[in-house]
């Protein structure tokens, strides 16, 4: 007993210590000027690294805008494996997608939950920290189609550029476990790596829990913008540009309220059109289903070793152990010619949910409540046989099938209506199938078998709807992933970048947005197509090179000349 009270003692007392640490790292109000050379709008993963490379220049004035507040209200954020929590937070937008006609049908009213951050590092915040570039053929795909300087010669020296590598296997070979943004045992978001040491700055400044209504045009010119910050209205102006960092979701709701969109959408909802642009079309997003296996080992992480007091000190006094990991232990992508990107990732994730958290699980991937029962049964059996489980996410890379972001009326406080259309073009069900498959197949080797895991171990997950086909047929599969389709969180392309004449671009490959002047778009939405991997680097990557062309400099003349011979 002795102990344990000294146990948890420690424990109280490195908290105190953590918090009492972190409890000055908020955002302090500020008197805001009447105008800067550059207001961005969205403090997410792109927005916060053009806020630290724009105010560089002593001469530019940078006003920052978030809807959300600081990141530091929240401990779950900063603690790698508590990164699910974050979810359906006070720091997420909640979003959910409009029903969904060919998939999500486990899900309550067939809806997608879409968790999207609003707060200080947006998303940044709220995903699973993998750090991946996508294939150099996404990149050299763009260039082809006419985004001239997105080849991927062209944008490797920007993902270099932000780049800390710190793990050793992958300076020597090509393997490695998995890439994440943290640091010393704690999420490295982009507010914590870009805005926050730029915070001293006398020349950039930062609006916190600031809902922005409307970008104002003059004369086809963005001219500054309005937002809403304690119950009052706010008019800023925009000397040089107004930049659009709001997200995938959150950047076409704001260009469409503006006046910039798809005309007949914006009349139907009673905005004046300035510019006619297929805005919030194309979006794109990657999609799998889930495959549980057995693990007779010990390397699983449980609940009860999660909330050890040992565990718990370990993290709050030397963050390391079980909490400063996220547990998605490897990724792996599958192509069929190695002049194309590939078509599959595959993520495998070390943990697994107790019965008595079923409603947890329910609630964050939006399932049917009348699963609940059923599913804490499945849960409940495994933990009676003392069988661990680990999970395998087979990957849909490059969907055929394309959704839209619309308004859902011309107030800016309303949600936007996602509709990702999922699985509406057939062959993205048959190539999920393929990965379904190919998982399977490969817990038929030796490696897997040697802890215990099997073909069959999938079979026993509760899916009710799927009772009436043959077990493990393509029948079967399919009705699966149809049923249990779950979003990557990776939504891109809603700003598409593209030529002059493209008619499916809204920004030109300077991401300026076209007809417009002085407006920019930096962000996962201006990607040509979603890329092949977790979309945070790419859009850091984004961010980074548009900086260089707003300021017309070369920040990585000498990485380009470094890594030249290697391409």
Known sequence: MGFKVTIVVLVLAVAVVYFTKYKHNTVDPVILNSSYDYVILGAGSAGCVLANRLSENPES???????????????????????????????????RTEPQKKACLAMHERRSYWPRGRVLGGTSNLN???????SRHDYDGWAREGCTGWSYRDV???????EDMQIPELQKSGYCPTQETVKNGERCSTVKAFLRPAMGRKNLHVSTNSHVTKIIIKDKKAIGVSFVRNNRKHVIMANKEVIVSAGA???????????????????????????????GQNLQDHIMTILDFHDNTTSVTTIEKLMSPISIFQYLAFKSGIMSKTHLEGTSFITDDENLPPHLQFNFFSAMFPAKFVDTYIKTFNLDHKLTEGKARELQRHEDRKIGKFLAYPILLHPKSKGTIRLRSRDPFDPPL?????????????ILLKGVRKVLKLSDTKAFQSIGASPQDPLEAYAPFCDNFTEDSDEYWICRIKYYTLTAYHSTSTCRMG?????????DPELRVKGIENLRVVDASVMR????GNTNAPTIMIAEKAADMIRNIDSVKSIRERIGQLL
Do not use: C
């Not at 530091?72 to 990164?83: E, R, Y």
């Not at 699973?128 to 996508?134: D, E, L, N, T, V």
């Not at 490797?156 to 932000?162: D, E, R, T």
């Open 499 to 507: 030529t002059k004449d493209d008619p499916t671009a809204v920004v």
């Open 128 to 134: 699973y920290m993998q750090y991946i570039r996508g």
């Open 156 to 162: 490797l020296p920007y993902f270099i550029k932000s």
């Open 61 to 95: 004035t940078v006003l920052i805008i978030e809807a959300g507040g600081s990141e530091d209200g929240n401990f779950n954020i900063s603690t790698p494996f508590l990164a699910g929590s974050t979810q359906l937070s006070n720091e997420d937008w909640k979003f």
């Open 418 to 430: 996602i509709d990702p259309n999922y699985l509406d073009h057939p062959d993205d069900a048959k």
């Open 249 to 279: 979701v959150s950047s076409p709701q704001i260009l469409m309220l503006s006046g910039i969109g798809p005309q007949e959408h914006l009349k139907s909802k009673g905005i004046p059109v300035i510019v006619d642009l297929p805005v």
């Open 529 to 532: 197509d979603v890329p092949s």
